[in-house]
């Protein structure tokens, strides 16, 4: 299992990293996109574990099937950050995880 911080740190660092967020091209935001992108849960999956039939599922199902057992004691942190890469644009990413960082008692990554 991941620590809460482990996980922060994954996700952090690939969402400042890539910069860009994984959407098809109606906007709809995947868990693995064009141009090799990847969204914050995206990001968790293996590659030998991906398929697109996963893009229609939610991170509960996920979580259900096994996809994402090593993050399973932070479901809450998982969602919290699925938001920040599905509802804000890139420029505002860091100060959203700054702020869940603060509220997860977790240290924010340098990037």
Same mark, same amino acid.
């Given at each position: 299992?991941?620590?809460?911080? =482990?996980?922060?740190?994954?996700?952090?660092? #690939?969402?400042?990293?890539?910069?860009?967020?994984?959407?098809?091209?109606?906007?709809?935001?995947?868990?693995?996109?064009?141009?090799?992108?990847?969204?914050?849960?995206?990001?968790?999956?293996?590659?030998?574990?991906?398929?697109?039939?996963?893009? #229609?599922?939610?991170?509960?199902?996920?979580? =259900?099937?096994?996809?994402?057992?090593?993050?399973?004691?932070?479901?809450?942190?998982?969602? =919290?950050?699925?938001?920040?890469?599905?509802?804000? #644009?890139?420029?505002?990413?860091?100060?959203?995880?700054? =702020?869940?960082?603060?509220?997860?008692?977790?240290?924010?990554?340098?990037?």
């Amino acid at each position: 299992m991941k620590t809460a911080q =482990e996980t922060f740190d994954i996700v952090a660092n #690939h969402l400042l990293t890539q910069n860009r967020q994984s959407c098809n091209e109606i906007g709809l935001c995947m868990y693995r996109g064009p141009d090799n992108l990847k969204c914050a849960i995206g990001c968790l999956i293996a590659d030998e574990d991906y398929y697109p039939a996963m893009e #229609h599922n939610n991170i509960a199902w996920l979580l =259900e099937k096994g996809y994402l057992k090593k993050f399973l004691d932070h479901i809450v942190l998982l969602e =919290e950050l699925r938001k920040v890469h599905d509802n804000r #644009h890139p420029t505002m990413w860091k100060k959203a995880l700054d =702020e869940i960082s603060y509220e997860h008692n977790l240290t924010m990554v340098a990037v």
